[in-house]
Nanobody, 120 residues
Framework: QVQLVESGGGLVQAGGSLRLSCAAS????????MNWYRQAPGKQRELVAT???????NYADSLKGRFTIFRDNAKNTVYLQMNSLKPEDTAVYYC??????????????WGQGTQVTVSS
């Protein structure tokens, strides 16, 4: 079991920055991938960024160069640094943890989400 608590959302003007945090209830070393998703009103949830237990990162193509995912292992926390924000980045941002089990199934856990609103 993993509990995830996001924070850091809010209202920001276009061009501004926000840093989201996702605090996990257990060591993130044991979590195969930590992910940030977002869901805008009327749209499907989409993957924003991924960081593996080995530190590899991946991003949605449209967000490369503006968003950065990184982690602090000592704090069991993963962050999403968002720069040059645009109104279309407005969404609820969710933290997700995926753990590969010994039977090759995957456990997936979600945080409650944090609202990011970018005004024009």
């Amino acid at each position: 079991q993993v509990q995830l608590v996001e924070s850091g959302g809010g209202l920001v003007q276009a061009g501004g920055s926000l840093r989201l945090s996702c605090a996990a209830s257990r060591s993130i070393f044991s979590i195969n991938t930590m992910n940030w998703y977002r869901q805008a009103p009327g749209k499907q949830r989409e993957l924003v960024a991924t960081i593996t237990s080995g530190g590899s990162t991946n991003y949605a193509d449209s967000l490369k160069g503006r968003f950065t995912i990184f982690r602090d292992n000592a704090k069991n926390t993963v962050y999403l640094q968002m720069n040059s924000l645009k109104p279309e980045d407005t969404a609820v941002y969710y933290c997700n943890a995926r753990i590969l089990l010994t039977d090759h199934t995957i456990d997936s856990y979600w945080g409650q989400g944090t609202q990011v609103t970018v005004s024009s």
